[in-house]
């Protein structure tokens, strides 16, 4: 996975743009489980802009990148919950155990009906930066969805400095979702745990360098592991982990890699067997 190598600069204000392309019907996920408060909070906002259906996992299932599990055995049920006083404006809840990828493909296969106009993904409390992308399963689900046609928005907040601002990080979305629905595309969309007032802009960037939890060299002791923790966070405003630390959402296109072959005969190196 690469992001597109594009530098764009906004405030929140100015990053607004007409709601010509706005999707209507939008597929709201998460990997933290359908209890998560962040994926509430989502998918109230979200529902101020259209219908919408939510579809997480039963439970944790954080770190599941885009696995949808071995479904030659079957795929797990689906539950519904018929009332979701914590979610009042959407249309419809369900959840399954299995991991976001599996429900957004499902939901983009037209398992609710017509496949969702957009899947949106969060909010994760923790940050998606760096290489995260290749392991996050809010990430996942996004990909996944355009693996089907259907672009897709993963927003994720940093921890720290208290209860959760869950409405700045849902905020940055609404500012960003026309983008997504004139082309269908991955968007992963980080930003700091601050009041929305203190948000200095949107910025897009590109991808850092940070390994996920910042692992540094692993250790087993007594068959327990442990890791260090690198102090590796890029600080330049043009990477996502910069951006974030200095207070602007930080916008990251994903743009799937795509093999290059097929390998001339007379290439050096291993090649295919």
């Not at 519904?80 to 296969?109: N, Q, Y």
């Not at 960037?205 to 068959?223: C, E, H, K, V």
Request: some cysteine; glycine content about 12%; hydrophobic content about 40%.
């Amino acid at each position: 996975m690469r992001t597109s190598g594009r530098r764009r600069r906004n405030s929140l204000a100015s990053g607004r743009r007409g709601h010509d392309h706005r999707p209507v019907r939008l597929l709201v996920t998460n990997d933290d489980g359908i209890d998560s408060p962040g994926l509430h909070a989502l998918a109230n906002r979200m529902s101020d802009l259209g219908e919408v259906i939510v579809f997480a996992p039963s439970g944790e299932y954080s770190g599941a990148g885009a696995a949808i599990g071995q479904l030659r055995a079957g795929i797990p049920e689906v539950h519904t919950i018929e009332a979701h006083p914590e979610m009042p404006g959407v249309a419809a809840v369900h959840h399954i155990d299995g991991p976001p990828g599996l429900a957004s493909l499902l939901a983009c296969r037209g398992l609710f009906g017509p496949p969702p106009d957009l899947v949106v993904s969060g909010i994760n409390p923790g940050w998606n930066v760096g290489h995260a992308v290749h392991f996050s399963g809010t990430i996942g689900a996004c990909i996944t969805a355009r693996a089907c046609g259907v672009g897709g928005m993963a927003i994720s907040q940093r921890t720290g400095g208290g209860e959760q601002r869950w409405a700045t990080a849902a905020e940055a979305v609404v500012e960003l979702i026309d983008r997504v629905a004139e082309r269908p595309t991955v968007l992963s969309i980080n930003v700091d745990n601050i009041p929305a007032d203190r948000v200095k802009g949107i910025r897009w960037t590109a991808l850092g360098d940070r390994i996920p939890y910042s692992m540094g060299r692993a250790t087993l002791s007594d068959r327990v592991v442990s890791f260090d923790r690198l102090d590796q966070d890029d600080r330049s405003l043009d990477v996502d982990t910069g951006a974030v630390l200095a207070g602007y959402v930080s916008v990251s296109e994903l743009v799937p890699t795509r093999a290059t072959g097929p390998w001339p005969t007379d290439a050096r190196g291993p090649g295919p067997s």
